[in-house]
């Protein structure tokens, strides 16, 4: 009432200033009817005709190397075609629509004819066949989707100058499922595609070019049981955001390197948020979260060595062996070499296998999806010997004396030995053999009697210092521990013949090959067992990033044996008998390991063969494993290298040749480095 009051007394300054807050209002009332009422329907198509997507983006996996920094795997730019199926709702509703109202019409005319034919109504009952019942409608929208997807794939292969069909099966499950991830259309393109993609049809409704990552392993099978591989997986990961509307395509390791150290590979994703129009062109984007690109894992593999091996194996025993190699420095415990063979191309997990290398991948005896340098165990036979022969030694056995080797009756050009009622047959001819001969000739007489003698908790304990039947906790997820006798078991309902047995490598016990380079690299150095070393450092994608590289020591010692030296030196005199004698089971591969005219001395090679029966839980022979342990040089000695293969014909005849062909291929790479020295001081 005031204000009116104030009003009729003619005041005319206050009269103007209310006609311009009443002619204000009047234009706020006016603006909100414009925009609620006839900008309504405007905004609302505006409103439906853009949306937000969120996309996850993963992070650049982190590289897999060698010692010496080579690849063993890392990224490729991959560019392909992906179909926003959200972008087509339009031409889907419109498709769908026109296809049910075309069946209603003919349905329509149908029951038209059919009432004027019978000249009443249909029923109800009667009704019904020509009507459209959801499910129909669902079917024919479907097929109208599948139809309108179908005529832009073939326009973009017509684009391509590739022709392109769309399979209706894995359309209708991409729709039914994931409609809202980009349906692959057309992956791997070539430069030439990717030009015509952004020359004719870059504006093509729903289709879109994205360029991702795609995990290579450049070395192929080169190391692979190693490496490992990778398998499709777009999940996210701890410390990710989880909500996403599409996400591109990223990979999570399974096994191996790749699967053992999966978080440090993947790093981290991030993700964008991206506006599109009623057309499908992207009106802005914003990246919320930028990935964090992955860590390198360096190895202490070094890849000349690795393809040495895989070549020296594969010469000698063919493509289609089935074996083991593992290379060792002696002194720092780094693997050098790790083969398993068969091996898979970690490729073909990712780009898809071709038939027979399916079949071979499935093939159970073939094994190829198994380590036997770490995974698969075996019985070590006589590469056993030296540890058997350490033990006895140290309990008091002179290495001089000898032991006569009787002859098997059955046999008597072969020498044979009885535990009770037991026959333990022997691969030496009868006569009188000292510790030097005996592991030379590798004669099982010598080391069972020896072995009974001195007793079984010697060799045992000397085992238990070795860490048999224990892991080593190696970064690739295919370890085994192995299985050995415990002095508890040996003490308990433990019989002659089964000490028999473990003195010559068979009954209770089974190693893996990395076991066996770890107990001959304890020979090699003085009786330092070490811990083997897979894994040098973890480092920044980026050489300039300023972030912690986490390293591995090296040279860190489990256990020391605590052995007489005096008796480490008989052994590694009696194990260089092995390959120089004329009487040594390996002399035969080592024989022309000798200097030619101008060339430097090859390295003196202390070995030890083995051959070891297989048998399946009925006693019946199923296989021979065959062996070969052996250190070099023998002055002072840097490499251990143990060989096993299956279905052998001995260990000096399929191992120990492969074994020499690796010390030659090492000798080279070392006498190349030399000189690179010398050249560039």
Same mark, same amino acid.
């Not at 019978?118 to 669902?138: A, I, N």
């Not at 019989?495 to 107990?519: F, H």
């Given at each position: 009432?005031?204000?009116?009051?104030?009003?009729?007394?003619?005041?005319?300054?206050?009269?103007?200033?209310?006609?311009?807050?009443?002619?204000?209002?009047?234009?706020?009332?006016?603006?909100?009817?414009?925009?609620?009422?006839?900008?309504?329907?405007?905004?609302?198509?505006?409103?439906?005709?853009?949306?937000?997507?969120?996309?996850?983006?993963?992070?650049?996996?982190?590289?897999?190397?060698?010692?010496?920094?080579?690849?063993?795997?890392?990224?490729?730019?991959?560019?392909?075609?992906?179909?926003?199926?959200?972008?087509?709702?339009?031409?889907?509703?419109?498709?769908?629509?026109?296809?049910?109202?075309?069946?209603?019409?003919?349905?329509?005319?149908?029951?038209?004819?059919?009432?004027?034919?019978?000249?009443?109504?249909?029923?109800?009952?009667?009704?019904?066949?020509?009507?459209?019942?959801?499910?129909?409608?669902?079917?024919?929208?479907?097929?109208?989707?599948?139809?309108?997807?179908?005529?832009?794939?073939?326009?973009?292969?017509?684009?391509?100058?590739?022709?392109?069909?769309?399979?209706?099966?894995?359309?209708?499950?991409?729709?039914?499922?994931?409609?809202?991830?980009?349906?692959?259309?057309?992956?791997?393109?070539?430069?030439?595609?990717?030009?015509? *993609?952004? !020359? @004719? &049809?870059? %504006?093509?409704? #729903?289709?879109?070019?994205?360029?991702?990552?795609?995990?290579? $392993?450049? =070395?192929?099978?080169?190391?692979?049981?190693?490496?490992?591989?990778?398998?499709?997986?777009?999940?996210?990961?701890?410390?990710?955001?989880?909500?996403?509307?599409?996400?591109?395509?990223?990979?999570?390791?399974?096994?191996?390197?790749?699967?053992? *150290?999966? !978080? @440090? &590979?993947? %790093?981290?994703? #991030?993700?964008?948020?991206?506006?599109?129009?009623?057309?499908? $062109?992207? =009106?802005?984007?914003?990246?919320?979260?930028?990935?964090?690109?992955?860590?390198?894992?360096?190895?202490?593999?070094?890849?000349?060595?690795?393809?040495?091996?895989?070549?020296?194996?594969?010469?000698?025993?063919?493509?289609?062996?089935?074996?083991?190699?593992?290379?060792?420095?002696?002194?720092?415990?780094?693997?050098?070499?790790?083969?398993?063979?068969?091996?898979?191309?970690?490729?073909?997990?990712?780009?898809?296998?071709?038939?027979?290398?399916?079949?071979?991948?499935?093939?159970?005896?073939?094994?190829?999806?198994?380590?036997?340098?770490?995974?698969?165990?075996?019985?070590?036979?006589?590469?056993?010997?030296?540890?058997?022969?350490?033990?006895?030694?140290?309990?008091?056995?002179?290495?001089?004396?000898?032991?006569?080797?009787?002859?098997?009756?059955?046999?008597?050009?072969?020498?044979?030995?009885?535990?009770?009622?037991?026959?333990?047959?022997?691969?030496?001819?009868?006569?009188?053999?000292?510790?030097?001969?005996?592991?030379?000739?590798?004669?099982?007489?010598?080391?069972?009697?020896?072995?009974?003698?001195?007793?079984?908790?010697?060799?045992?304990?000397?085992?238990?210092?070795?860490?048999?039947?224990?892991?080593?906790?190696?970064?690739?997820?295919?370890?085994?521990?192995?299985?050995?006798?415990?002095?508890?078991?040996?003490?308990?309902?433990?019989?002659?013949?089964?000490?028999?047995?473990?003195?010559?490598?068979?009954?209770?016990?089974?190693?893996?090959?990395?076991?066996?380079?770890?107990?001959?690299?304890?020979?090699?150095?003085?009786?330092?067992?070490?811990?083997?070393?897979?894994?040098?450092?973890?480092?920044?994608?980026?050489?300039?990033?300023?972030?912690?590289?986490?390293?591995?020591?090296?040279?860190?010692?489990?256990?020391?044996?605590?052995?007489?030296?005096?008796?480490?030196?008989?052994?590694?005199?009696?194990?260089?008998?092995?390959?120089?004698?004329?009487?040594?089971?390996?002399?035969?591969?080592?024989?022309?390991?000798?200097?030619?005219?101008?060339?430097?001395?090859?390295?003196?090679?202390?070995?030890?063969?083995?051959?070891?029966?297989?048998?399946?839980?009925?006693?019946?022979?199923?296989?021979?494993?065959?062996?070969?342990?052996?250190?070099?040089?023998?002055?002072?000695?840097?490499?251990?290298?143990?060989?096993?293969?299956?279905?052998?014909?001995?260990?000096?005849?399929?191992?120990?040749?492969?074994?020499?062909?690796?010390?030659?291929?090492?000798?080279?790479?070392?006498?190349?480095?030399?000189?690179?020295?010398?050249?560039?001081?």
């Amino acid at each position: 009432m005031l204000v009116y009051d104030q009003l009729r007394k003619n005041d005319p300054q206050l009269r103007l200033l209310a006609l311009i807050v009443l002619l204000a209002f009047g234009v706020l009332l006016v603006g909100v009817w414009w925009v609620q009422i006839v900008s309504a329907r405007h905004y609302q198509a505006s409103l439906e005709t853009q949306s937000f997507r969120s996309v996850r983006l993963p992070a650049l996996r982190g590289k897999i190397l060698d010692r010496q920094g080579r690849v063993l795997a890392e990224n490729r730019p991959n560019c392909s075609i992906g179909l926003y199926l959200e972008d087509l709702r339009p031409a889907f509703d419109a498709a769908g629509g026109a296809e049910v109202r075309r069946v209603r019409a003919e349905r329509a005319r149908l029951l038209a004819a059919r009432e004027a034919a019978v000249g009443r109504k249909l029923t109800k009952t009667e009704r019904r066949p020509y009507t459209l019942s959801l499910g129909e409608r669902t079917m024919l929208r479907t097929n109208a989707f599948y139809a309108v997807a179908s005529n832009i794939v073939a326009q973009i292969g017509a684009g391509l100058q590739q022709p392109m069909m769309l399979d209706p099966d894995s359309f209708h499950r991409h729709y039914r499922i994931t409609r809202f991830l980009p349906f692959p259309v057309a992956t791997n393109l070539s430069v030439a595609q990717i030009a015509r *993609f952004e !020359e @004719q &049809l870059h %504006g093509i409704l #729903g289709a879109d070019l994205e360029v991702q990552s795609t995990r290579i $392993y450049p =070395q192929g099978v080169t190391a692979s049981h190693v490496i490992g591989y990778v398998r499709r997986d777009n999940d996210s990961t701890e410390g990710e955001q989880a909500f996403f509307s599409y996400r591109l395509p990223d990979y999570r390791g399974v096994v191996g390197i790749e699967g053992h *150290f999966d !978080e @440090q &590979l993947r %790093g981290l994703a #991030g993700g964008k948020s991206v506006l599109v129009n009623n057309l499908g $062109y992207r =009106q802005s984007e914003t990246v919320w979260a930028t990935p964090e690109a992955g860590r390198n894992v360096v190895l202490t593999l070094d890849l000349d060595i690795q393809r040495a091996a895989e070549r020296a194996l594969r010469d000698r025993q063919g493509p289609h062996v089935r074996g083991a190699v593992v290379v060792l420095d002696v002194h720092r415990g780094d693997i050098l070499a790790l083969v398993s063979a068969p091996a898979p191309d970690p490729n073909y997990v990712i780009s898809g296998f071709p038939p027979e290398e399916f079949a071979r991948w499935q093939d159970e005896r073939l094994g190829m999806q198994r380590n036997r340098a770490t995974q698969e165990i075996y019985q070590p036979g006589s590469i056993f010997k030296p540890l058997v022969g350490l033990a006895v030694l140290e309990a008091g056995l002179n290495p001089l004396e000898s032991f006569l080797v009787e002859p098997d009756p059955q046999n008597p050009t072969r020498g044979a030995i009885f535990v009770g009622p037991q026959k333990f047959r022997d691969t030496v001819s009868p006569g009188k053999y000292d510790f030097r001969r005996a592991i030379a000739k590798s004669s099982n007489s010598y080391f069972i009697t020896n072995g009974l003698r001195f007793g079984v908790a010697n060799i045992v304990e000397l085992a238990k210092q070795l860490h048999l039947g224990e892991r080593y906790g190696l970064p690739t997820m295919q370890e085994s521990a192995g299985i050995f006798p415990s002095l508890r078991r040996v003490s308990a309902n433990w019989r002659s013949g089964d000490t028999a047995n473990l003195c010559i490598g068979q009954g209770e016990m089974a190693v893996t090959p990395l076991q066996m380079a770890v107990m001959t690299a304890a020979f090699a150095n003085g009786g330092k067992v070490l811990l083997p070393r897979l894994v040098q450092r973890i480092e920044a994608y980026d050489p300039t990033s300023l972030s912690p590289t986490q390293v591995f020591p090296a040279g860190q010692v489990r256990n020391h044996i605590g052995v007489n030296p005096r008796h480490l030196d008989t052994l590694r005199d009696a194990m260089l008998a092995d390959t120089e004698d004329p009487e040594g089971t390996a002399y035969a591969a080592f024989r022309d390991f000798r200097p030619r005219s101008g060339q430097a001395a090859p390295m003196r090679v202390c070995g030890k063969t083995g051959t070891a029966q297989k048998k399946d839980l009925n006693g019946r022979l199923q296989d021979y494993i065959t062996w070969f342990a052996s250190f070099a040089p023998y002055e002072e000695p840097r490499y251990a290298v143990v060989v096993m293969v299956e279905s052998g014909s001995s260990g000096g005849g399929a191992c120990a040749p492969v074994a020499r062909d690796i010390y030659a291929s090492i000798q080279k790479l070392e006498a190349a480095a030399e000189r690179a020295v010398v050249q560039n001081p």
